[in-house]
């Protein structure tokens, strides 16, 4: 299962940050799925959509995770001191399909903790281009609504009217931030590649049809099993000869941060900052963390509820990131190697093993 969540998120957040519509979002919503059916190209619903963790005996290598032996802390003492004599504060979005984490991103609640931390900055998954969106959100150019209209594109791409929402969620929140002195920064630069606007936009279209395809099978926002993705792979066998090498380059440019991790430094400068991006941008040599300084940031992985983690993810994955937070119970685990009480030690050691990514 682990592999499933990775992939979901990296095409999810690949294909989502590419596209840069200036649209307006169309008001009229797709009607739900009434006739789920039993099976998906031969194999059982049931066997594709988990709502529940997987029995360990179908886990292969270290047992699952647990988050009743990973110590914790509720997440109003957590936040108290989460910062540590630490800069950046990187919150990492493991499902961008999930909208219970960007709520609770943009909350009142988180709002205030980052401002009681003293975080000047937030770094949103947004294109520079639509900086002034922001800026005039802000400004009181444009109304909450406005916002929450404008297709911005990226992860911000418009797809029903839960989006819309979502966007309006998040617009408030900015405004509320901005009333406590913190600013927002659109900082997410495009990588170089030479994949053309017509590959990119069929791939688009591709993991659309399979996101959509799924949320028909699983409307209960299941995660998606590799039951799942062969099934719809092997369907589409052809399509992924010819563009596996497209969604390889892409994702090799997507997921080199050190233009945006520059960026970052640029503006804030010596000031506290809070970065909100996809978790897959939180591992390895050119993630976040490692440009920001590993030393110099805590990580937190926002999960919407516990089974996203136990039974999806092996014990001792997360060596490479801190702690995690379950928005359904406002407390927070440790996953990695810094403790609740080195946060306040100067930890650098921090190992950048591989991270799941939803």
């Not at 797709?30 to 066997?47: C, F, N, Q």
């Not at 369907?235 to 000869?241: E, F, G, I, S, T």
């Amino acid at each position: 299962m682990k592999h499933t969540g990775k992939l979901l998120h990296a095409a999810a957040g690949m294909a989502f940050a590419l596209m840069a519509s200036g649209a307006a979002y169309a008001e009229e919503d797709k009607a739900p799925t009434t006739d789920r059916p039993t099976h998906y190209e031969g194999i059982p619903v049931d066997k594709i959509c988990a709502p529940d963790p997987l029995p360990s005996g179908q886990h292969s290598g270290p047992p699952a995770m647990s988050l009743s032996q990973q110590d914790s802390q509720n997440g109003n003492q957590f936040y108290g001191s989460a910062m540590g004599n630490r800069q950046f504060l990187l919150f990492g979005d493991t499902n961008h399909y999930d909208h219970r984490i960007s709520d609770y991103f943009y909350s009142h609640d988180n709002i205030d903790r980052l401002s009681a931390q003293g975080v000047k900055h937030i770094f949103i998954e947004m294109g520079p281009q639509n900086q002034y969106i922001i800026d005039d959100l802000v400004s009181g150019k444009m109304t909450d609504d406005d916002f929450a209209k404008i297709n911005k594109g990226g992860i911000w791409d418009h797809n029903n009217k839960s989006d819309y929402e979502q966007d309006l969620h998040a617009a408030q929140g900015i405004l509320y931030a901005a009333a406590k002195g913190i600013k927002i920064h659109a900082v997410d630069l495009k990588g170089h590649t030479s994949v053309t606007k017509a590959d990119r936009e069929e791939l688009y279209k591709f993991i659309k049809d399979r996101s959509r395809t799924f949320a028909a099978l699983c409307p209960q926002n299941d995660s998606m099993t590799m039951a799942f993705i062969q099934a719809y792979h092997g369907k589409r066998q052809a399509y992924l000869q010819h563009y596996a090498p497209i969604f390889n380059e892409l994702m090799a440019t997507r997921y080199d941060d050190t233009e945006r991790a520059a960026l970052i430094k640029s503006i804030a400068g010596n000031e506290r900052s809070a970065v909100f991006y996809g978790s897959g941008h939180y591992d390895g040599p050119k993630s976040m963390p490692a440009l920001l300084g590993p030393e110099n940031s805590v990580q937190i992985y926002i999960f919407p509820d516990a089974r996203q983690v136990e039974g999806q993810y092996a014990q001792g994955e997360f060596t490479g990131v801190d702690f995690g937070h379950i928005v359904s119970e406002n407390k927070v685990y440790q996953l990695g190697t810094v403790t609740f009480d080195g946060l306040n030690q100067n930890q650098s050691a921090k190992p950048q093993a591989a991270k799941p990514s939803i």
